[in-house]
Structure formats: C-alpha cells, structure tokens
C-alpha cells in the first residue's frame, strides 16, 4: 500500500504545475501518510515492546557505568576508567 501511495504522491506533484491545487493534494497524501504510519509504529504491540525493552536496558547500563565508576573511585567519563 506504501508505494502505491507513493505513486500517487508523485502524480499529484507533477499535476501540479498545471493545477496547483494537486499541490495541495499532494500535501495532503502526505501528510496523512506520515501520521499513518507514525500510527501504525505507536500502536504495533511489538514495536512498543522492544522499545521498552531497549530503555530499560538503556537506564540498566548507565546506572552500571555510575556504579562502577564510583567502585573503582573515579568518576565515570571519558577519562575515569577504572581496572
């Protein structure tokens, strides 16, 4: 269905320099493409699993980075590694 919108899109430009009010259709086509498929990845129920997944590992690796910065009694950054 993506690249038959696409297509679409693409008439609707070219259309446009003898109408521009294809123009407008074209902004709308994508316009609406856009929020569909910002939708479609909000409400796919695997999509917002690995994304929860992906921040609790996220906070899990700064929070270990803290501690064992603070473990081996240098700051954790750029230049705080400990052995």
Same mark, same amino acid.
């Given at each position: ?6 297509? /679409? ?5 070219? /259309?446009?320099?003898?109408?521009? &009010?294809?123009?407008? /259709? ?5 316009? &609406? ?32 980075? /803290? ?17």
């Amino acid at each position: 269905m993506f690249p038959l919108l696409l297509v /679409a899109i693409v008439i609707t430009v070219v /259309a446009g320099f003898s109408t521009p &009010l294809w123009w407008v /259709a074209a902004a709308i086509l994508v316009y &609406l493409t856009v929020r569909y498929r910002q939708g479609y990845l909000v409400n796919d129920p695997d999509y917002r699993a690995y994304r929860e997944r992906r921040i609790r590992q996220d906070r899990y690796d700064r929070r270990y980075r /803290a501690e064992r910065g603070l473990r081996m009694g240098r700051p954790a950054g750029p230049g705080g590694r400990g052995k």
